[in-house]
């Protein structure tokens, strides 16, 4: 048999196996599992989040806390050496209220900004919990499609192994720099050999050049599609 003939019993095991695999890759099952791979990945990545928010607040009600104790110390020092010392004049009186009037509204503030974060935080809590349970659902089915799935593959990898080795036993007697020119003309046309179809491309359907058109006429077993690059058959081989 001459090469392109090979060649054109080679395409055809070899589209044979490129189908399978595009059939083994859309298995419904296949793809719930890449879903709930997905999904659980993202429950992964919520769960980091929460973790880095609520350590960062549990940081800041800790200073807060701090602050507030240190604050109170203050007051109760302030409002004690206010007693002890009362001042003789009024504007000093004023002064020493208003110093720790000033304290109590610090304190004030930071009280509600930590009631504030404690109730963001358990909210954050919450919505871990709830995460938690969304994942643990996610985990279950995967690992029950899992079974189904590993199962499929089992059988589908059988015969996707046969038809790799039905298309290197096709590849055998071909020479393998057309092999290779074969494989770089299916990355981007495929099939890459196509047959001569009223003096157009099988493939693409652009009309033979005049040169081609030449060519074919000379007896040349093929000629090369000037628009999609495809190789096309001149004899018919089948
Ligand atoms: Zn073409």
């Given at each position: 048999?001459?090469?392109?003939e090979?060649?054109?019993k ?17 298995n419904?099952?296949?793809k719930?599992l890449?879903?709930h ?22 940081d800041?009600?800790?200073a807060?806390?701090d602050?507030i104790?240190r604050?109170s ?5 302030a ?21 720790i009037?000033?304290?109590?509204a ?5 009280e509600?900004e ?14 871990q919990r ?5 994942a ?7 690992d ?6 590993d ?12 038809l ?19 494989k ?21 359907n ?5 040169a ?12 090369e ?14």
């Amino acid at each position: 048999m001459e090469q392109y003939e090979l060649l054109w019993k080679y395409q055809q095991v070899d589209m044979e196996l490129d189908q399978y695999e595009k059939e083994m890759r859309g298995n419904s099952n296949r793809k719930e599992l890449l879903k709930h791979r997905d999904f659980l990945l993202e429950q992964q990545n919520v769960l980091k989040k929460i973790e880095s928010d609520v350590e960062v607040m549990s940081d800041r009600m800790e200073a807060l806390a701090d602050e507030i104790k240190r604050l109170s110390g203050s007051v109760a020092e302030a409002t004690a050496n206010f007693e002890n010392n009362r001042p003789d004049n009024l504007e000093d009186v004023k002064k020493q209220m208003a110093s720790i009037q000033k304290l109590i509204a610090t304190i004030t503030r930071y009280e509600s900004e930590l009631a504030k974060m404690r109730k963001d935080s358990e909210a954050r809590d919450r919505q871990q919990r709830e995460v938690r349970v969304r994942a643990a659902k996610a985990r279950a089915e995967f690992d029950r499609i899992k079974v189904i799935y590993d199962e499929e593959y089992k059988a589908a990898a059988v015969k996707l192994d046969e038809l790799k080795k039905k298309v290197a036993r096709e590849a055998e007697g071909i020479d393998p720099g057309l092999l290779e020119k074969y494989k770089a003309i299916k990355r981007h046309a495929a099939p890459p050999i196509t047959r001569l179809h009223d003096d157009r491309c099988g493939g693409c359907n652009m009309q033979l050049s005049a040169a081609d058109k030449d060519k074919v006429r000379s007896g040349v077993p093929y000629v090369e599609c000037e628009n999609c690059g495809r190789i096309i058959l001149i004899k018919q081989v089948d």
